[in-house]
């Protein structure tokens, strides 16, 4: 089955302590993304990577790191947490060949940073 | 970053009832594409659009692209229960599709 495979879908995490987010896709596509979502505010891109060692910063890029050794994995890390990073992350993917091709979604990564 | 406004935020209607939502933008978009959300879910594309005034149904909803091409407009005819989530318009601003810039979303939520 084609997806987006995000881990883990709950994480309660303390400030300061570094995490990855992990995400993988089964889709051969070449374009990945990584967003949050927060109420009031919708889906805020990161990072966003076209191909693998290729990655660019998003609208909110600060406070995270994002690496694209293989093109099936966007690992999204946090170095050192903020409570501001609270949030839901969604990872996405979608063939290279632009705008006309939808983004996957995965289902979604709930942080929590006391 | 750019800022894809959406309203209403959230409404709550009644089965069977037809809604209206838009997008609007402050810069040109080429593009527009509505996604909707259910809840614990990532969202999923509904419709995508690509020239400015075009109109583009899927089933029960249609959406349009604005003329001025800073706005779009989604609408669901005959709601039923399981239209229940958040509605996002999204698109890569003028330019560039790297770039996949989504709204505020709206919530819609309906009564059976």
């Known amino acids: 089955e084609a997806q987006v495979t995000q881990n883990p879908r709950y994480l309660i995490t303390v400030t300061g302590k570094k995490l990855t987010v992990t995400c993988s896709q089964n889709?051969?596509?070449?374009?990945m993304s990584w967003y949050r979502q927060d109420p009031g505010l919708g889906l805020r891109q990161i990072y966003y990577?076209?191909?693998?060692?290729?990655?660019d910063k998003g609208d909110v890029p600060e406070g995270y790191k994002v690496s694209r050794k293989e093109k099936r994995n966007f690992p999204l890390i946090l170095e050192s947490p903020s409570p501001n990073q609270t949030s839901l992350y969604f990872c996405?993917?979608?063939?290279?060949?632009?705008?006309?091709?939808?983004?996957?979604f995965g289902n979604g990564t709930r942080l929590t940073v006391t | 970053g750019q800022q894809l406004n959406q309203s209403p935020q959230s409404m709550f209607i009644q089965e069977g009832e037809d809604v209206s939502m838009n997008c609007t933008s402050s810069s040109i978009f080429n593009t527009w594409l509505w996604y909707k959300q259910e809840p614990g879910e990532g969202p999923v594309l509904l419709i995508a659009?690509?020239?400015?005034?075009e109109l583009t149904s899927n089933g029960r909803l249609t959406a349009q692209f604005g003329i001025t091409r800073k706005d779009s407009f989604l609408n669901i005819s005959a709601s039923i229960p399981s239209d229940v989530g958040i509605y996002f318009c999204?698109?890569?601003?003028?330019?560039?599709?790297?770039?996949?810039?989504f709204g505020t979303g709206t919530k819609l939520q309906v009564i059976p």
């Open positions: 996405a993917s979608r063939d290279g060949q632009g705008y006309n091709s939808p983004l996957h």
């Open positions: 990577s076209m191909n693998v060692e290729v990655t």
């Open positions: 659009l690509y020239k400015a005034g």
């Open positions: 889709m051969n596509h070449e374009y």
């Open positions: 999204a698109g890569p601003p003028s330019g560039g599709y790297q770039k996949v810039t």
